[in-house]
């Protein structure tokens, strides 16, 4: 298949893209390799896809306009991600997701390209006191602007598709983590500040809880939502891809200060616009896409770590 992939020099696209290549399809992906972190590890990601049959142009999702054409499948995933974007690049939201959003949907419609996936994520559920997120039954009520922008993109698909003969089909991503994973997430930030002897703003004293998800599992939810886009017609659907056990973030910075052998700097923190708790519900995703997690916390940190130490060279 020839496929186009959005933010292909990020954490989850990276990974994407290396097995979409592996697998012996041909891919042109885009990035703008924007400072929300360092850009270094978005340039080493993109040096590792190096193939004949992947084809990238540095370039902002808002304004597309590559000559490419003749695609099956196109992936969206450049977004400003997370929830806690310092207050310069909140912009962000809405040029990148909400307008970038639309942009890629109008490459598609131009382009003809009739399967269509994009990353959503779990901040658009609103908090809940007990169970677990489910697509069908938990109200939407983001705490985030970057929960607002994925919710909007959710709007914006269903209506999409009324207008265009497509199916388009959206995955709440849950704390994706993993080898060459994102610096501003937790498990990452505690990792490098445990190594350098710095203070941990620990949001909330550690008392919440993430579904964390190992990134190998996310890539094979992705695959099998490849696998439903084509099996289905003109459809808008939403998928959880989480790991249906959460882990206390207290307990995440636990388990890295044991296996670095070292303890962290702590100082207290409040915040505000945080879940208390993420617990995806897994049913329609393992029923329909054959979704199925595999990689317990306890392994996929290690993975982390290995990869950490050899990248930050300590
Ligand atoms: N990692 C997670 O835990 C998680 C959870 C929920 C949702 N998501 C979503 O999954 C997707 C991938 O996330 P990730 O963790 O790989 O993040 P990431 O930041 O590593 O990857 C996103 C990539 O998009 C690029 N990008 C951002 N704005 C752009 C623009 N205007 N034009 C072109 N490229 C742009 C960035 O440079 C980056 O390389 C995002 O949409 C994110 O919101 C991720």
Redesign the pocket.
Known sequence: MRIFV??S?????FHLVKKLLNDGHSVVG?????D??NPAL?FKRLSLLNSNNFTFYE????SLNIKESNFDLAI??????GVRAPQEKQH?YK???ID?FKSFCNFCKKNNIKKILY?????VYSEIKEGKFCEATTPLKPKSK?GES?LSNEIYASNFIKSYDASIIGL??????GPFG?PD?AYYAFSKAIKDKEIINLNNNGNMYRDMTFIDDIIDGIFGAIDYVYSVQNKNEIFNLGNDKPIKTSDLLNRIEQIIGKKALIKPNKTENEAFKTHADITKAKNLLGYDPKVCFDVGIERFLDWHRHYENI
Request: glycine residues 8%.
């Open positions: 959005t933010g020099s990020g954490f989850i696209g885009i990035d703008d390799h924007n929300y972190y978005k370039t902002d999702i808002k969206n995933l450049a977004a400003q991600a962000l040029h990148s997701n970038g990353a959503s994520s779990s901040s970057y994925k709440r991503f849950f704390s994706v983590y994102r997430m």
